[in-house]
């Protein structure tokens, strides 16, 4: 499947900062979504993006479809504690169906 | 409404056994997404179904590797003979109807082959 760059690979910051993380991809995408992961959990679903330039908050969380459709970021806001995770982007081409192509995940440390 | 279930979540079994792992989507999804994680290459896609049907197997690694889905509540994912590099964590999700890609993911199955 397409790979999609993600960065940064980890993050370490301190509780109350905010956080932001980008994903890029060589092929357009028509859909983007975000998934956060934590120890001995499936991903779960955080926010979905379908549209170009479309920008969608989920409570701290903000990310946004570029306008190229090759690329996303997801941004969280007053970082806490129970952010901490890896957090994935996945990606939908247009000629692939339902199937996801994942990035490798930012990992996100939050201390008190 | 529960969601996607997975059993075994943990699995430990010598190289050469056979392996099969089992997957229960959320009621009313169309699609069924086999993954398997690992360090190296985190998530990747090894097989899809649609109503049943398997629609994409090019993930799948091996002819060891083989997917079935025999009703809309169950399917299996099995591995015959197992080898120590397919250990990682095998993730199953559903997704809703056509149109929709938001894939909801089980708790996954961490697979151990010694």
């Known amino acids: 499947g397409q790979q999609l760059n993600q960065s940064p690979q980890s993050m370490f910051i301190q509780e109350g900062e905010d956080v932001s993380m980008n994903c890029t991809s060589s092929?357009?995408?028509?859909?983007w979504l975000w998934y956060k992961q934590e120890p001995g959990e499936g991903p779960v679903l955080l926010i979905a993006l379908y549209k170009a330039g479309e920008l969608t908050s989920n409570g701290r969380l903000t990310a946004q479809f570029g306008i190229t459709r090759k690329d996303s970021f997801l941004n969280i806001s007053a970082s806490i504690p129970s952010d901490v995770g890896i957090y994935f982007c996945?990606?939908?081409?247009?000629?692939?169906?339902?199937?996801?192509?994942f990035g490798k995940g930012t990992s996100l440390l939050v201390t008190p | 409404d529960a969601g996607v279930i997975q059993s075994p979540r943990h699995e430990v079994t010598e190289m050469g056994q056979e392996v099969t792992l089992r997957c229960k989507p959320i009621?009313?999804?169309?699609?069924l997404f086999w993954y398997r994680q690992t360090m190296m290459r985190g998530l990747e896609l090894l097989i899809y179904f649609n109503n049943n049907v398997p629609i994409d197997d090019s993930g799948m690694p091996e002819d060891r590797f083989s997917a079935k889905m025999p009703n809309a509540s169950f399917s299996t994912l099995k591995i015959q003979p197992s080898e120590p590099r397919d250990s990682a964590v095998y993730f199953c999700a559903s997704s809703l109807v056509a149109g929709s890609i938001e894939a909801f993911f089980g708790q996954g199955t961490r697979l151990t082959v010694v």
């Open positions: 092929s357009i995408f028509n859909t």
């Open positions: 996945a990606g939908s081409l247009s000629n692939s169906g339902y199937a996801l192509n």
């Open positions: 009621s009313g999804h169309d699609y």
